[in-house]
């Protein structure tokens, strides 16, 4: 299963007739180590809404004097807080239900704002996780989120319109702060990847592969090699943010090409399918020129 | 009016004691609520628990910035709807402004 697979095991923290209310202090206590522990807990009111059940399965926590009533249709288990410690029992009944057990993961993810995205798919060509994808609508979408390397804010860096975010980045705008005029403005938000590189990307890297091939074979010269890989990866972290475990994960060129073939064969096709849509599209009427 | 509450638990974006301070004075407040572990987790999950929250009408959401909420819930596939929610901020403000704000 992947990190973003499965459903997390549902507690509500029942305090309605047929219980004894918890103490102020014992009911935060009780919430405080569920949500730590990566539980979601309702805690249901007589006559205040809280979310309808779904599918998930359920953990009834409480002082319990009985079962309460609940829906026949949920698979639903009770456990008596007089009786056995909140968070033992939950990571039990989420054993019992295979319900989705947590590791240590951070939610790092991209998350377009729509609302300012154009489009444009920099990211697409720029990520090299293949984090990014296009949907039925050839319009730009996260489709695995399971890519994308913890802490590794850089697609959100060459994104020309300040549309990616990453919730859990410290900084705004990225962490979804407000966006300015200064910060579009602002020459580290606004990287251009061609500039940085030097000129066309893919081009520069085949420049790049065979000056270092040529030289390579003339001065056999590793530690010239190692050192510009060195000034390169300098500079990549400095601009774009890029943690050191993720230049370490960097794909070799040769894979970069290839996925650039790919990039490029895809982007070829989706321009033909689009000249095939406008093509296949009948010429206006004369009424609808309005003539 | 609902409540959902969240704890951000995967990152230290939010500000331990902001968090400790809004989730046990809503926990003292008798209001009804829920509480989830990290929303980031489950946009990436695409839970269906985000529909029932987006689809159930008037929502004060206690998390961090309206843009990362708003567009995480688009994420999930359950976009929240233009009006009737309140997304109050632990990233900034404190935890009196957000417990004055959520419990009004």
């Known amino acids: 299963m992947s990190r973003t697979e499965g459903r997390n095991l549902r507690v509500i923290l029942y305090e309605g007739p047929g219980s004894t209310p918890l103490d102020d202090g014992d009911r935060y206590q009780v919430l405080s180590s569920l949500l730590d522990n990566g539980f979601e807990v309702t805690r249901p009111v007589a006559g205040q809404e809280v979310a309808p059940p779904d599918d998930a399965p359920v953990l009834v926590l409480g002082l319990l004097d009985g079962e309460p009533l609940v829906a026949e249709d949920h698979e639903v288990h009770f456990r008596d807080l007089a009786q056995v410690n909140a968070l033992d029992a939950a990571r039990e009944v989420r054993k019992a239900t295979g319900a989705r057990t947590l590791d240590a993961w951070k939610p790092w993810f991209p998350v377009i704002d729509f609302d300012r995205c154009t489009n444009c798919m920099q990211c697409l060509t720029f990520c090299l996780f293949d984090v990014y994808g296009v949907d039925t609508e050839q319009k730009i979408t996260v489709q695995n989120q399971d890519n994308c390397k913890t802490d590794c804010p850089a697609c959100s860096r060459v994104c020309p319109e300040v549309a990616i975010l990453f919730p859990k980045y410290a900084k705004g705008p990225i962490n979804g702060d407000e966006v300015r005029d200064q910060d579009i403005q602002r020459e580290a938000m606004k990287v251009d990847i061609s500039t940085l590189l030097g000129g066309d990307l893919y081009g520069s890297l085949r420049t790049r592969q065979s000056e270092a091939r040529k030289r390579f074979s003339t001065e056999r010269d590793e530690s010239k090699a190692l050192l510009e890989r060195k000034r390169c990866l300098g500079k990549l972290k400095k601009e774009l943010d890029i943690p050191d475990e993720v230049l370490m994960t960097l794909p070799s060129a040769d894979d970069i090409e290839e996925r650039a073939a790919r990039a490029r064969t895809k982007l070829a096709k989706r321009q033909a399918r689009s000249q095939t849509v406008k093509d296949a599209r009948p010429a206006p009427s004369e009424a609808e020129w309005g003539i | ?104």
């Open chain 2, 1 to 104: 009016m609902k409540i959902l509450y969240c704890n951000c638990t995967y990152a230290k974006v939010v500000p331990k004691d902001v968090k400790q301070d809004v989730l046990r004075q809503l926990s003292d407040s008798g209001r009804a609520f829920d509480a989830v572990a990290d929303l980031c987790d489950m946009s990436a999950r695409k839970d269906p628990a985000l529909k029932k929250i987006a689809d159930g009408g008037c929502t004060k959401i206690v998390a961090c910035y309206p843009r990362a909420v708003k567009w995480l819930f688009h994420a999930a596939g359950t976009p929240l709807p233009d009006e009737g929610i309140d997304v109050l901020n632990m990233r900034v403000d404190s935890a009196e402004h957000v417990v004055k704000e959520l419990l009004v």
